[in-house]
């Protein structure tokens, strides 16, 4: 008997069909006499509609009335799980974050979770009854309801297995683990048996939506067993070998890059013409961080005529208030004007094995000039090299960069 956390995304809950799947899904765990906590994400599509809803009425709105419209998703499913449990003679109930509770900081919209009180949920499951849990949501300082970010139920779900000291978080999803790359734009991509936590947190970071960035960071942290797989499986219901995340010296053959992640969430800013003085970078950037603007790749040139250009990346999200924000600090800062281009998309290539290899980047930069893309920014970290392009060129980099590193299957 183990005790499990089982996540599904919202492409694994989109309609009642699929939530019988799933409940038939978790009926089988908990026959098996397993402890079962579920997490389930909205259905498809169903919290891009709401945040859409919140940015037409306003791009600047309140992120605490935008934590209660988003989160609501994520009840209804798992409400409707709860009632197909039953329905199938499972004894299981729903819980929001405000009902366990799960706790978070008050940072509205990308909120980190605080703690879990997990001691009732053990209890009723000890009993037999699957916890079903609404991801994405918690209860803020304020006494408000927070989510996690995008893509956060992910971090519910590995948060819930390190509170409950679960054997497993089995994330359940729409491809059957994770590949060298997005096998949705590159067909060759190859499935990986296992990743090392490393290379998924700097993958997941640089982009690879297939788990959430901090879920990763949380298992690498309380040391969760995170295996990724298909929530459609076989034909006989059974699962599909997935994908585990493992420690680095668990894995046997390492490649030099092992996955290569885009991102088309980017937005790239210039600040023309700022003085080039001591200060200059916490004037522009010190106002952005406190608007919770978060910065990622920076470039600053150097200067002819005692002013410089800094020009940086952030998500597009943020476009608006990073906007608003350098503007309402122009005369400090002292700029001539803002470029701002929202139609660009950062490509990177990941591995461990970059530590100990020359020409890594190199490959990456050869193999862009071959399909004549050019590119805007470049960033590197130890296991990371990092590009920005124009956006249009998104799939077709990301199919030179696979063959380029021998990646094709
Ligand atoms: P869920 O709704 O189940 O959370 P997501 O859409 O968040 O699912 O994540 C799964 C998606 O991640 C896949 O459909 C795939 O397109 C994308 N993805 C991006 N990079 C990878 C990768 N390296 N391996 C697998 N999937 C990836
Ligand atoms: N429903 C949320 C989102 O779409 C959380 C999740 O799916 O993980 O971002
Ligand atoms: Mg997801």
């Given at each position: 008997m183990s005790r499990i956390v089982m996540k599904f995304g919202g492409t694994s809950v989109a309609?009642?069909?699929?939530?019988?799947?799933?409940?038939?899904?978790?009926?089988?765990?908990?026959?098996?006499g397993n402890e079962v906590a579920v997490v389930v994400s909205a259905m498809a599509g169903v919290t891009n509609t709401l945040v859409k809803y919140c940015q037409d009425l306003s791009p600047l709105h309140d992120a605490r009335e935008y934590d209660a419209v988003v989160a609501t998703g994520e009840q209804v499913t798992a409400g409707l799980l709860a009632i197909a449990?039953?329905?199938?003679?499972?004894?299981?109930?729903?819980?929001?974050?405000?009902?366990?509770?799960?706790?978070?900081?008050?940072?509205?919209?990308?909120?980190?979770?605080?703690?879990?009180?997990a001691d009732e949920l053990v209890r009723r499951m000890q009993l037999g009854h699957v916890a079903v849990v609404a991801g994405f949501q918690g209860i803020g300082p304020d006494n408000r309801v927070t989510t996690l970010g995008r893509g956060g139920s992910d971090t519910s779900a590995v948060a819930l297995a390190a509170a409950l000291k679960a054997d497993r978080c089995d994330i359940y999803t729409d491809v059957d683990g994770v590949y060298t790359t997005d096998p949705?734009?590159?067909?060759?991509?190859?499935?990986?048996?296992?990743i090392a936590y490393e290379e998924m947190l700097e993958l997941a970071s640089v982009g690879a939506k297939v788990l959430q960035t901090r879920s990763v960071e949380l298992a690498m942290k309380e040391r969760v067993r995170v295996q990724v797989l298909s929530s459609f499986g076989n034909a006989d219901g059974g699962d599909l070998p997935g994908t585990m995340v493992v420690d680095e010296d668990e894995i046997v053959e390492q490649e030099v890059v092992s996955g290569i992640a885009y991102?088309?969430?980017?937005?790239?800013?210039?600040?023309?013409?700022?003085?080039?003085?001591?200060?200059i970078a916490a004037a522009i950037f010190g106002p952005l961080s406190e608007a919770s603007v978060n910065v990622d790749m920076i470039v600053q040139n150097i200067s002819a005529d005692g002013t410089t250009d800094m020009t940086f990346t952030l998500g597009r999200t943020d476009l608006a208030r990073a906007q608003a924000t350098l503007d309402a600090h122009r005369a400090e800062i002292g700029y001539q004007d803002l470029l701002v281009d929202p139609d660009v998309a950062k490509i990177s290539v990941v591995g461990v094995g970059m530590?100990?290899?020359?020409?890594?980047?190199?490959?990456?930069?050869?193999?862009?000039?071959?399909?004549?893309?050019?590119?805007?920014?470049?960033?590197?970290?130890?296991?990371?090299?990092?590009?920005?392009i124009a956006a249009e060129y998104t799939e077709l980099?990301?199919?030179?960069?696979?063959?380029?590193?021998?990646?094709?299957?």
């Open positions: 309609d009642l069909d699929r939530i019988r799947n799933v409940a038939g899904r978790v009926k089988r765990e908990a026959e098996a449990l039953q329905e199938m003679g499972v004894e299981a109930r729903s819980w929001q974050g405000w009902q366990i509770p799960l706790k978070t900081d008050g940072a509205h919209g990308k909120a980190r979770i605080a703690s879990i009180a949705r734009i590159v067909a060759r991509a190859r499935k990986l048996t296992h991102s088309r969430d980017e937005a790239k800013v210039t600040v023309r013409r700022v003085p080039d003085r001591p200060g530590r100990s290899h020359a020409g890594v980047a190199n490959t990456m930069f050869k193999a862009l000039a071959g399909k004549g893309i050019n590119i805007q920014v470049i960033s590197t970290s130890e296991i990371k090299v990092s590009v920005l980099a990301v199919r030179a960069l696979h063959t380029a590193y021998g990646l094709d299957g």
